[in-house]
């Protein structure tokens, strides 16, 4: 019973490099989003998805991409990596944005 | 602009009293709030929530309170054990958005 599984785990970029968080979830939820956390400023959501095809932007967006081609997957792209981007990223899925969500185990990031 | 907060960083408790954690919004469309739970190096994990049609729910030891007027809840943990030192994440969701708005987080300790 996986869940939600993020890879990697760790990762350490070189300013302007770029890279794709994966997120994968076994569940058959609709909905999918991916959350940054920082120090003192709790989760911020970058972007979500209602269901594949769908995606939409959350707070933080600027220097992300994503996609859902499928309900299982969806990826996290860092276009130009910043050391802003320096962070611990959550994805998570739910049935529905009213339901609970299950988050995976994060993929921390530090870009040097 | 924090849309919803938990002005207190952190909290110590004593093993078997309770624990009040607060939190206060500021977006008067929120109509479903939920607390999380995070241990480190774990994602969030869901614990609690309540529609805002209601001013109380609860769930074994957790409960949360719901303030409409005062634009405030709280989650009491009664009896607290080791064990729920954590750190609390509040979130909020609007009747017109798809968007999970995450407060900052409160450090809770229970010490034995």
């Known amino acids: 019973n996986a869940g939600v599984t993020q890879t990697p785990k760790f990762q350490v970029l070189k300013t302007g490099q770029s890279m794709t968080l994966q997120c994968a979830q076994d569940?058959?939820?609709?909905?999918m989003s991916w959350y940054r956390q920082d120090p003192g400023m709790g989760l911020r959501l970058i972007h979500y998805?209602?269901?594949?095809?769908?995606?939409d932007q959350g707070e933080v967006p600027n220097g992300y991409n994503v996609s859902r081609s499928t309900t299982e997957d969806f990826p996290l792209r860092l276009l130009s990596a910043a050391p802003s981007q320096t962070s611990v990223y959550f994805c998570?899925?739910?049935?529905?944005?009213?339901?609970?969500?299950?988050f995976g185990q994060g993929t921390r990031l530090t870009v040097v | 602009d924090q849309q919803v907060k938990q002005n207190s960083p952190s909290l110590s408790v004593q093993e078997g009293r309770i624990s009040i954690l607060n939190c206060d919004y500021t977006?008067?469309?929120?109509?479903?709030f939920l607390w999380y739970k995070k241990y480190p190096a774990e994602g969030p994990t869901f614990l609690i929530s309540?529609?805002?049609?209601?001013d109380k729910n609860e769930d074994g030891r957790f409960t949360v309170f719901l303030n409409k007027s005062a634009k405030h809840l709280s989650l009491h943990i009664v009896p607290s054990q080791p064990g729920d030192s954590a750190v609390y994440f509040c979130?909020?969701?609007?009747?017109?958005?798809?968007?999970?708005?995450f407060g900052a987080g409160t450090i809770l300790r229970v010490k034995s």
């Open positions: 998570a899925s739910s049935r529905g944005v009213y339901t609970e969500a299950f």
């Open positions: 569940m058959n939820h609709e909905y």
């Open positions: 998805s209602v269901g594949a095809g769908i995606t």
């Open positions: 977006n008067s469309m929120f109509d479903y």
């Open positions: 309540i529609s805002s049609i209601k």
């Open positions: 979130a909020a969701i609007s009747l017109y958005g798809n968007k999970l708005v």
